[in-house]
């Protein structure tokens, strides 16, 4: 089986978040010489496959097999990995089967690496991710078998293929400032406490605004109000109690810590509260990283393109990596249709990311 069967194939399993459909089972076979984890909580699958052979470094792919809905719409059946001018059409075409089925070809192929080589996969990325890679990492680092390197196949091109890898990500600043005043009649404003009119004092100190200047890797981190609340929708009663939700997309340089500070500054003269949580910590990968160098290397050898080096986009499981302590990159086909009607990638692609991989593994030799 070539690196296209396998793909097709891997499109067929209807593995739609949490399930893998059968697919971790075909995997295995596939991978026969491979020595098999299953590590398995609540309705999440996940699986660890790896081989030594030999005492250097441990390089470990990963990925997801789940995938989102179809929907509605479709111009072919979205588990039937259909060709169709010179495209190849179905859900997770480019999310991210196109990237799996590229790894596992490569380390099925290789009969000769310096060290480890070993597969992450899961069947929760596209969910909560709660009970997916963050517990295959768990249990690596209780057996003392974390990789040093890790190469998470998400699509990541932009206009061509090897025209981006990514080697971070932002992190996401959930908040919610709710505001309280005292409820009354429009017509007496003096004898109430608007919460309205005292947040519109602060927002323009706050909507929009860059809490850092980013650097060569981020954009700067911007204060970005998403929802404000407050009334029972009629115009002669002022609010008792408003509420203003927010994100932050961060960078490296500001911590939910800075947020906090940011909001006190404006709100320590009212009666709030804030609530805030941290979905996912930015990471930056060091430009200097063996990862980074093999894989630049490998792209420009099939592509005859140099990379750039991104941090943008929204979250993906490289975040779980990196808290491990791993070197992280991600590197995929074009990004254009993820999780849209008739997703869709190319032959060329698949086989040119399949020849990427195969020369990482080379370049670690």
């Known amino acids: 089986m070539d690196v296209i069967k396998l793909f097709e194939k891997l ?45 250097g470094v441990h390089l470990s792919f990963a990925g997801h097999i789940d995938v989102v809905p179809a929907g509605d719409g479709w111009d072919s059946d979205p588990f039937v990995a259909t060709h169709r001018d010179g495209f190849i059409y179905g859900r997770g075409t480019q999310d991210m089967k196109s990237g799996l089925a590229s790894f596992i070809q490569a380390v099925k192929e290789t009969e000769n690496f310096n060290g480890t080589i070993s597969l992450i996969l899961t069947s929760d990325e596209e969910g909560d991710a709660k009970y997916g890679t963050i517990e295959v990492l768990r249990y690596l680092k209780e057996k003392n078998f974390l990789p040093n390197y890790a190469i998470v196949a998400e699509p990541t091109c932009e206009e061509v ?62 204060f970005v109000i998403t929802d404000i609340r407050a009334g029972m929708e009629v115009t002669n009663v002022t609010p008792a109690n408003l509420k203003m939700m927010f994100n932050i997309r961060n960078s490296t340089e500001t911590t939910k810590e800075d947020v906090e500070k940011f909001v006190h500054k404006y709100f320590k003269d009212m ?83 399949y020849e990427v991989f195969k020369r990482v593994i080379n370049n670690f030799n």
């Open 11 to 55: 499109i067929a399993f209807k593995s739609i978040t949490p399930t893998d459909d059968g697919a971790f089972e075909f995997i295995k076979e596939y991978l026969s010489d491979f020595k098999v984890v299953e590590i398995d909580k609540e309705d999440v699958k996940n699986l660890f496959l790896y081989k030594k052979f030999g005492d």
């Open 161 to 222: 293929f090897g025209d981006s890898i990514k080697v971070g990500r932002r992190g996401s600043i959930n908040g919610v400032i709710e505001k309280k005043g005292i409820q009354g009649h429009a017509a007496y404003p003096e004898k109430s406490k608007n919460p309205i009119h005292k947040v519109a004092q602060v927002l323009p100190f706050m909507a929009g605004i860059n809490l850092d200047n980013g650097d060569e890797f981020f954009s700067p981190s911007q």
């Open 271 to 353: 009666d709030y509260t804030l609530t805030i949580s941290q979905s996912s910590k930015s990471f930056l990968t060091n430009k200097d990283s063996l990862v980074i160098q093999h894989i630049v290397k490998a792209i420009e050898s099939v592509t005859k393109i140099y990379p750039k080096l991104s941090t943008a986009g929204g979250t993906s499981d490289a975040r779980f990596l990196n808290e491990f302590g791993i070197d992280t990159i991600e590197f995929g086909v074009k990004n254009d249709t993820i999780h849209s009607i008739n997703e869709r990638t190319t032959k060329e692609e698949i086989i040119k990311l």
